[in-house]
């Protein structure tokens, strides 16, 4: 998972398209990119590191332009190398392109072999490049955008959300599944499409809608328009937006993540209720679910573990071992909240195990008697292809383990899981409605050597809407 940006404004571009990735960097801490169109020129920047390491003053001056994009990137895909730092560009004929991406093709690798056996050269190790060639593919013979992204839904398989710069105008879609997050909204003197809508906040604007799956939105100086390029039978958006990767403050195909995981919390303790003097979460992510815990069974909410602000995800850091040392790094113990205490520890997942047996065992050297650990999602028992980093069966604690055999392996005195129809309801869809391959085995699109469920995709012919007051009726009607 990684986040996406593209912003037309009168005023210029670089400094908000700073702030929006500033507000998405929980979806990315290996690099950032930034790629403005003046004139005739593509401006770039592009560096290994976080949002504010990336950028100075100077650095922003100099992306010129009022239209860009932007990128932060979390890989599970593709090496960790300065050229798969996104935003890609290309030139054709005239043509100036940059393409950034979130999500993970399951067919990137057939589909470069079909592009090499014409002699096509890559210089990245991801499917974004990929999604780049299938473009000026289509640009070659038609000159459409519309054509290009038509030709995209058809040949690419996985997940992506997509912005493309070309020339002055931004281009982005979602796929027909709508697994990955996209948004539009509305700024003082133009507009944004982003990964989450706490970009468009911080740039104080205005949710307007989300991408629909499988639309194009167009955006240039003279306004906003989209089309729609293909539907599907159903949706599938990603289960682990809800559960951990999304910020609680964001509004994720129209619903608020925090009032979501809240849900959870209040559901958890309905499912089975244990008794204790206090509800800790494991911040941040599990403070909306410790929350939505303490207040369905009256039961003090506590902070026993204080964060350092100023360390990032340990899930997303790219080794098991830096996952490991972060912990104590990131996590400290209020010890007089928990000596002697009977402690419900809240989290939001259990995925490898490791960093929840640290916690527990921090916990309980504070002096905590007892630590009841509830989670709010079921067991994780697969891996993710479409963009979360859980690749393989063997990291998954409870992928070979019942419940109890994974509280055996943690260390605390209980494990409770939501079961899954609890999780459906706190969400507010149905399964059919949501991508839960990783909690269930059963994966929305077709990945060799694992179960599929059915998914039609119809590509249609669609019609321009070119002003904001008809995306808001669009959006109540």
């Known amino acids: 998972m990684c986040g996406i940006v593209g912003i037309v404004d009168a005023g210029g571009v670089s400094f908000p398209l ?21 004139g005739t020129t593509l401006y770039t920047h592009r560096v ?72 096509q050269i890559f210089c990245t190790t991801t499917g974004t490049e990929v999604i780049g060639n299938i473009i000026v593919e289509a640009l070659r013979t038609s000159r459409s955008m519309e054509d290009a992204v038509r030709l995209c839904m058809r040949r690419l398989r996985g997940s992506y959300a997509v912005v493309a ?18 948004c539009i909204g509305k700024i003082d003197r133009g507009y944004i499409v982003a990964s989450e809508s706490v970009a468009i906040d911080a740039l104080d604007g205005t949710l307007v809608r989300d991408v629909r799956p499988g639309e194009l939105v167009r955006i240039d100086e003279d306004g906003l328009s989209s089309i729609q390029v293909a539907t599907a039978n159903r949706r599938a958006h990603c289960i682990f937006e809800y559960i951990y990767f999304a910020r609680a403050d964001s509004v994720i195909d129209g619903r608020l993540v925090y009032d979501v995981r809240r849900r959870i919390g209040q559901n958890l303790y309905d499912a089975d209720p244990v008794e204790g003097d206090i509800v800790c979460p494991v911040p941040d ?11 369905r069974s009256g039961i003090p909410f506590v902070e026993g573990l204080m964060k350092n602000r100023y ?53 309980r050297e504070a002096g905590a008697k007892e630590i009841h650990l509830c989670v709010g999602s079921p067991p994780i028992i697969a891996p993710c292809y479409l963009g979360v980093d859980m690749p ?61 469920c059915h998914c039609a995709v119809d590509y249609v012919a669609g019609t321009h809407q070119s002003n904001l007051s008809t995306f808001g009726k669009q959006q109540t009607s």
């Open 18 to 38: 700073y702030y929006s990735l500033y507000a998405l960097q929980h979806r990315g801490q290996e690099s950032a990119g930034i790629s403005s169109f003046e």
């Open 311 to 363: 360390m990032g995800r340990t899930f997303i850091m790219p080794t098991q071992q830096q996952r490991e040392w972060a912990v104590r790094i990131k996590l400290n113990t209020v010890r007089g909240n928990l000596k002697d205490r009977r402690v419900i520890l809240v989290d939001d997942s259990i995925v490898r195990g490791t960093t929840s047996r640290r916690i527990v065992n921090m916990i």
């Open 392 to 452: 393989t069966r063997t990291e998954l604690i409870a992928n070979s383990r019942d419940v109890e055999a994974v509280r055996e392996s943690i260390g605390a005195t209980s494990l409770i899981y939501v079961p899954f129809e609890d999780l459906m309801g706190a969400i507010g869809c149905g399964e059919r409605d949501l991508c839960t391959g990783c909690l269930t085995g059963c994966y929305p699109v077709e990945i060799l050597g694992e179960k599929s």
């Open 48 to 119: 290994q590191g976080l949002v504010a390491e990336a950028f100075n003053s100077n650095t922003l001056q100099g992306l010129r332009g009022n239209v860009g994009i932007g990128h932060v990137r979390y890989p599970t895909a593709g090496s960790k190398v300065p050229e798969n730092i996104q935003p890609f560009n290309f030139q054709y004929r005239g043509l100036n392109l940059a393409i950034a991406h979130d999500g993970n093709l399951v067919n990137t690798a057939e589909l470069r072999e079909e592009y090499e056996r014409r002699g």
């Open 285 to 295: 992510s599990g403070t909306a679910y410790a929350a939505g815990y303490a207040e």
């Open 165 to 182: 710069l070309l020339n002055g105008t931004i281009y982005a879609f979602r796929d027909p599944l709508g697994i990955k997050p996209l």
